[in-house]
């Protein structure tokens, strides 16, 4: 373990390139997040290498939506996306098998450790896996964060990593691709499946952001701030309504052609369950097929299928069995 880290932190992801330089004031403890990024590395190693071959690759989106100086040296070049890969140890790769995208939440997060028992799940089915760091994550320095686009690059930063995965192993089946995400996660996968609806055989979305222009209606002023700064969208909702309404999955639900798993909880401290509610009613309206469940009250809030109790393990396995049919993985020999 201590080799792994050592090795880990000689290329942590402070060292990646930043388009755009930040104020010292700006965002998070960035030297802190890229620690923290390094020790989930050693940590994905260390609990998942026993059923999977775990990489860290690396691979380029679009070029930043905002420079800082527009006419820089680099200042149009793509932008450099890391990602998480897991491929189950006893496929038969002669076979095709089917891939996932697994898309984290949060404004500014990153994948981590708080998924690895869902990649285990996932690994034990079958499914290779890949979890981008988009722009705008964690734990790759102050530029990085702040070249967030939220409801736009992102995500093609997440569909370019699946297009890396296809093109790099060529025992996983194009026509057998998944996304899957939760709240901010949930958000990006709808908007993939929107965006690119002939690249994914099936999608999960689990209290999904749906409704930019609600949902700065009932967060706090701290949290529309941050949407308004001028590294984010740069203007509040009263300034421009319509960009908030681009970026929102709820106005583009006539472009629905995957099939779709939607889960919400009424007691959601997050994502209000008025959002996924109003995405619900617009897919309806729109003569979408889908399915959706509304859970009462389930312990945990917002995190209520993440966790690690019965209620959650039951949860998860009714987004498996949703999965199955359209990617039909096949379990890994021992």
Same mark, same amino acid.
């Given at each position: ?90 496929? =038969? ?9 697994? !898309? $984290?939440? *949060? @404004?500014?997060?990153?994948?981590? +450790?708080? %998924? ?30 702040? =070249? ?9 930063? !997440? $569909?370019? *990593? @699946?297009?890396?995965?296809?093109? +790099?192993? %060529? ?41 930019? !222009? ?121």
């Amino acid at each position: 373990m201590t080799l792994l880290l050592a090795a880990l932190l000689a290329q942590s992801p402070a060292q990646a390139p930043a388009s755009a330089p930040a104020p010292a004031s700006a965002g998070p403890d960035h030297r802190g997040d890229s620690l923290a990024r390094a020790m989930d590395s050693a940590i994905f190693y260390l609990k998942l290498s026993d059923i999977a071959e775990v990489d860290q690759v690396k691979y380029t989106g679009p070029p930043p939506a905002k420079a800082a100086v527009p006419t820089a040296p680099g200042a149009k070049n793509p932008l450099i996306i890391s990602a998480f890969t897991f491929v189950p140890k006893g496929l =038969d790769k002669s076979k095709k098998h089917p891939l996932i995208a697994y !898309v $984290h939440g *949060g @404004v500014h997060s990153n994948f981590s +450790t708080s %998924s690895l028992h869902h990649v285990r799940e996932l690994l034990e089915q079958g499914y290779s896996v890949i979890a981008p760091d988009y722009r705008g994550s964690t734990g790759y320095g102050a530029g990085f964060w702040r =070249d967030i686009d939220y409801g736009g690059r992102e995500n093609d930063d !997440v $569909h370019e *990593g @699946v297009k890396w995965m296809l093109e +790099t192993y %060529s025992f996983l089946d194009p026509k057998r691709v998944g996304i899957i995400g939760w709240s901010h996660g949930g958000m990006i996968t709808l908007m993939n499946i929107f965006q690119w609806a002939d690249d994914y055989a099936v999608a999960y979305a689990g209290v999904p952001v749906s409704d930019l !222009v609600a949902r700065l209606g009932y967060q706090s002023e701290s949290y529309r701030r941050l949407f308004s700064d001028s590294y984010h969208i740069g203007k509040t909702v009263r300034d421009d309504i319509a960009e908030y309404r681009r970026r929102s999955p709820v106005n583009h639900v006539d472009k629905l052609r995957t099939p779709l798993l939607v889960h919400t909880n009424t007691n959601d401290e997050d994502v209000n369950v008025l959002e996924v509610e109003h995405l619900i009613t617009a897919l309806k309206a729109a003569g979408k097929k889908f399915e959706y469940k509304i859970y009462d009250n389930a312990p945990g809030g917002h995190s209520f299928n993440r966790l690690d109790t019965k209620l959650a393990r039951e949860s998860r396995a009714e987004i498996y069995a949703f999965l199955k049919p359209y990617l039909k993985p096949e379990v890994p020999k021992k």
